[in-house]
């Protein structure tokens, strides 16, 4: 009787151990790629509304979390430029060519 019993208790330890664990270590933050595009949209609206600023609206806020999206698909840089020794492009220029 007393041998089920610890067997039992095995178990149950077990299976609390484990999904304990699995609390813990689990990651619920949500990626960039979950996000709908009408989501993006409202999460943009959010974005303007929160910030404050008269010079964000709600299209740049959108254009700036889509530009975000397409930056985490890209894969990481083999050197960061500090943004001062980076240069601006001409309006027109070819993407990638160095600023004059």
Do not use: C, Q
Not at 8 to 32: H, K, P
Not at 72 to 82: I, K, Q, R
Not at 90 to 99: D, T
């Amino acid at each position: 009787m007393n041998a089920e019993f610890n067997l039992w208790l095995l178990i149950v330890g077990v299976a609390l151990g484990a999904a304990l664990t699995w609390l813990v270590l689990a990651d619920m933050n949500r990626r960039d790629a979950e996000i709908s595009r009408e989501e993006t949209a409202a999460e943009a609206g959010w974005l303007a509304r929160t910030v404050g600023d008269a010079r964000l609206d709600a299209d740049l806020a959108e254009r700036v979390l889509e530009a975000h999206k397409r930056y985490l698909g890209f894969p990481p840089p083999d050197e960061l430029v500090a943004p001062e020794e980076f240069g601006v492009a001409e309006p027109g220029a070819a993407a990638g060519a160095p600023a004059a």
